[in-house]
């Protein structure tokens, strides 16, 4: 068994035992029709892309998640593979059972405010077993700040800034609107997958995303 199965296969058997039946559910069905990407995606979600993507990957996610976390790797993975290909989308779905999701997703937010989103978002993931346990976690999120060369003072003040929970509280509701239950959640091209078990099975879902995307706009 290599390295990457044995990380897929631990977090299958991390997902039974931490609920039974729901958050992390591996085994729901994909949705055949897509849905509507106004409420996919927003005019202002943080997204990764070059001009000539023809893909977009969107993920509903939580920081505090472990399976997120696993995931995370797999997605930088594709990113840089299919980075000419393939947009990336993150929304944000807190879950209630992990007490830290919500002020790490500020962290994230609040580094947005100084454009460095995706850098806040990376470290979270990376450093997931360092907070994720902690009763406070604003003097850990303040160090990352200074990390990634933050304004630390301008942060600490957008951590309660109302207007970031609102950005986080949107892509809650759109969530709830698509009747998303579990983290991560994933949709292709507007379409929701089944969670790939592999870097291999989701790359092969991207490929055939990416071929049929080509295929279509080449018919046009």
Not at 171 to 200: E, Q, R
Not at 209 to 217: C, L
């Amino acid at each position: 068994m290599n390295s990457e199965t044995k990380l897929f296969s631990g977090i299958i058997a991390v997902t039974a035992v931490i609920i039974i039946g729901a958050a992390f559910a591996f085994s729901r069905p994909a949705n055949i029709l897509p849905v509507d990407p106004k409420i996919l995606i927003k005019e202002d979600s943080y997204k990764t892309s070059s001009a000539s993507a023809i893909v977009t990957l969107v993920n509903f996610g939580d920081f505090q998640c472990p399976a997120c976390g696993a995931y995370h790797t797999v997605v930088k993975q594709l990113e840089a593979k299919y980075k000419d290909s393939m947009a990336v989308i993150f929304r944000h779905f807190p879950l209630s059972m992990h007490p830290n999701a919500v002020p790490a997703a500020m962290a994230a937010e609040a580094a947005g405010k100084q454009g460095k989103f995706w850098e806040m978002h990376d470290k979270l993931y990376e450093t997931q077993a360092e907070w994720s346990d902690e009763k406070k976690t604003e003097d850990i999120f303040s160090t990352y700040a200074k990390d990634i060369q933050l304004d630390v003072e301008q942060f600490k003040k957008d951590l309660s800034n109302a207007d970031l929970q609102n950005r986080i509280n949107r892509d809650v509701t759109d969530a709830n609107t698509l009747h998303i239950n579990a983290t991560p959640t994933f949709y292709v091209n507007n379409i929701k997958i089944k969670n790939p078990a592999s870097l291999a099975d989701f790359e092969e879902v991207i490929k055939s995303a990416i071929e049929k995307a080509a295929t279509t706009s080449a018919s046009k």
